[in-house]
């Protein structure tokens, strides 16, 4: 197997070309591919959201990836999007008995857990109140269902993480308080739809966050694994009062997710680096909301922290110069300190 090869279908996957990788892979006879080739294959067919062909792929090399944690991780990410959470569980299992601790394993398994454990109680629920299914089931007397909110069901399909796990806290850094992410986005929203993407793989998160060139920020990249952009309930960070005693805040539009192909995505065609390039913003981090016309954008501003560290949260004006002024000393502490005003 040529090595150039190799190193440009890893050149590929860093690109997200993922369609020429299944094009230069499947170019090759079935029975000539090694295993690290079909290794490629099935990565990229995951990442083109191909799930089942990657299972596919993967099985056809289950002798030889016994043995691989990477093998059980990605195919247990293929099972997870079917949902099919028992083969899932059982893959993700293994890969942490074979490499112990990966954080991205144990996420998963907690995620598999916490769907299993929703089922379950969803069918006891089904079971107490079959009585009265009939009557509940939403049916009007013409027997027409009631339709689901086109902005909000457009965003559920988006969304490919089930939506039981929104009810999952995010950890909170220092009191042991949990974040209900499950109220925080407002999917019914109109505009919603054009910022929510579906939930990233690893491997796009290492790409997104090598083409911004800065380390998003945890607590951030664990909100987007469960609802990966979108319109927040509450937009607006109270600053206290202004000079002529009025109050002063900022008040955002939308928060980017981590991908490309939505336009308000972090490298999507109006995300942060089209922000900063075509509107004249500092170059010193990441643009992670936009603002009503005119008043800016909310940026993550690595100066203090470097690259791979702990950004602050700071407001840019689109006037008066470029503005910057202090939000919250990190992401985690500007989420929490939006209300509805």
Partial sequence: MSEDLLEQLETWHEEDEYERIVEAVTEIPAEERS????????????????????VQQFLTVAEEGAEDPLWHYRIGLAYYYLEQYDEAEREFTRADEL????EDTLEFLEWIRAKKAGEFEEETDEDLDSDDSAEDSGSDESGETDET????????SVNAIPSDEANLDVPYGSPNE??????????ADPDAESYVSAPPTEDLIDSVQEEL??????FYVQMMKIHNGGIPRSRY?????????APSGVRINGMFGIGRDKAKSLCGASGSRSIIENGGYPEFGVVICDCPQESGVVMLDYRGSGNDGEPEVVHVEQADGRKVT???????????????A
């Fill in 213 to 218: 060139v800065f380390k998003l920020p945890a």
């Fill in 99 to 102: 490499e112990p601790g990966d």
């Fill in 149 to 156: 909110d086109g902005a909000a069901a457009a965003v559920a």
């Fill in 326 to 340: 202090r939000l919250a000393p990190d992401f985690e502490t500007f989420v929490r300190g939006l209300v509805n």
């Fill in 178 to 187: 949990g974040f209900d992410i499950n109220n925080f986005w407002n999917d």
């Fill in 237 to 245: 960070f109270p600053l206290g009062e202004a000079a002529d005693g």
């Fill in 35 to 54: 295993y690290e080739l079909v290794g490629h294959l099935g990565r990229a067919l995951n990442n083109l959201e191909r799930y089942e062909e990657a």
